[in-house]
């Protein structure tokens, strides 16, 4: 964790709330009390700041100095909202294709991820709130700088994502070992919404049941299952097959 992502002590982190800074997370140690405390909690309260009560020696290992009982990590982009991002891209004309990440916790793994994303004009990518991977330093070397090109949403959760996306008139496709239709038989010209879940749990299972389409890519190894950058990879480019079809490229 570089110095410059981490802010440590209630007042650091207070000015740091009211200069606007694009807050990741904030661990809370259990039992902080105080006037002090007090003024943060009024502060952050409702402005949608994932916060996390934890035992102080969480708290000290992440860093030795005094940290009052509060650490912030400051984000290495300005998360947008779905809400904003999607009817843009109708005024503009645009055909909408979204990938959102659902429980993705691999840094490396979302660095690969977006770098994809970004080769293949993806969007926007969705993140939820809680369970997941946050764009960090790390992310963003790790796609290469693609991180700082593409818009990036935290969303509530990836359950309400795709509501709205649905609601939206996107079409939303998820990526499972569960499913019986092949990737490829699926029409993805339309607005579309492609769901990557984790390496070992998958897309949850209420939000495949949202889903407009459930897919998966095909296998004739012996691993159970590909690298979530690599599916995720497949799935987009065969976005990008069907759109571009008729380039030369292809």
Same mark, same amino acid.
């Given at each position: 964790?570089?110095?410059?992502?981490?802010?440590?002590?209630?007042?650091?982190?207070?000015?740091?709330?009211?200069?606007?800074? &694009?807050?990741? $997370?904030?661990?809370?140690?259990?039992? !902080?009390? +105080?006037?002090?405390?007090?003024?943060? /909690?009024?502060? *952050?309260?409702?402005?949608?700041?994932?916060?996390?009560?934890?035992?102080?020696?969480?708290?000290?290992?992440?860093?030795?100095?005094?940290?009052?009982?509060?650490?912030?990590?400051?984000?290495?982009?300005?998360?947008?909202?779905?809400?904003?991002?999607?009817?843009?891209?109708? &005024?503009?004309? $645009?055909?909408?294709?979204?990938?959102? !990440?659902? +429980?993705?916790?691999?840094?490396?793994? /979302?660095?690969? *991820?977006?770098?994809?994303?970004?080769?293949?004009?993806?969007?926007?990518?969705?993140?939820?709130?809680?369970?997941?991977?946050?764009?960090?330093?790390?992310?963003?070397?790790?796609?290469?700088?693609?991180?700082?090109?593409?818009?990036?949403?935290?969303?509530?959760?990836?359950?309400?994502?795709?509501?709205?996306?649905?609601?939206?008139?996107?079409?939303?496709?998820?990526?499972?070992?569960?499913?019986?239709?092949?990737?490829?038989?699926?029409?993805?010209?339309?607005?579309?919404?492609?769901?990557?879940?984790?390496?070992?749990?998958?897309?949850?299972?209420?939000?495949?049941?949202?889903?407009?389409?459930?897919?998966?890519?095909?296998?004739?190894?012996?691993?159970?299952?590909?690298?979530?950058?690599?599916?995720?990879?497949?799935?987009?480019?065969?976005?990008?097959?069907?759109?571009?079809?008729?380039?030369?490229?292809?």
């Amino acid at each position: 964790m570089e110095k410059n992502e981490m802010i440590f002590g209630i007042r650091a982190v207070i000015e740091a709330v009211e200069a606007g800074k &694009e807050i990741d $997370k904030i661990l809370v140690k259990k039992d !902080l009390q +105080g006037d002090l405390a007090k003024e943060l /909690f009024d502060l *952050i309260k409702g402005r949608g700041f994932f916060v996390q009560r934890v035992p102080v020696e969480r708290l000290n290992r992440i860093t030795r100095k005094n940290h009052q009982g509060v650490i912030a990590f400051i984000s290495a982009v300005s998360y947008q909202r779905l809400g904003d991002i999607i009817p843009s891209l109708f &005024e503009e004309g $645009k055909v909408p294709f979204i990938v959102l !990440l659902d +429980g993705i916790t691999d840094v490396r793994n /979302f660095g690969a *991820i977006a770098r994809t994303c970004e080769c293949t004009g993806v969007d926007a990518i969705v993140l939820p709130e809680r369970g997941s991977v946050s764009v960090n330093a790390d992310a963003v070397k790790t796609s290469a700088g693609a991180l700082l090109h593409i818009p990036v949403c935290r969303e509530r959760s990836i359950h309400s994502a795709i509501r709205y996306l649905k609601d939206s008139g996107i079409k939303v496709v998820a990526a499972s070992e569960k499913a019986v239709t092949n990737y490829t038989q699926v029409d993805y010209t339309v607005p579309v919404a492609v769901v990557m879940g984790a390496e070992d749990t998958g897309v949850d299972a209420d939000n495949l049941r949202l889903c407009d389409e459930m897919v998966a890519i095909p296998q004739v190894g012996n691993i159970g299952s590909l690298n979530v950058s690599v599916a995720a990879g497949v799935m987009m480019y065969e976005v990008v097959r069907q759109r571009f079809s008729g380039d030369s490229v292809f």
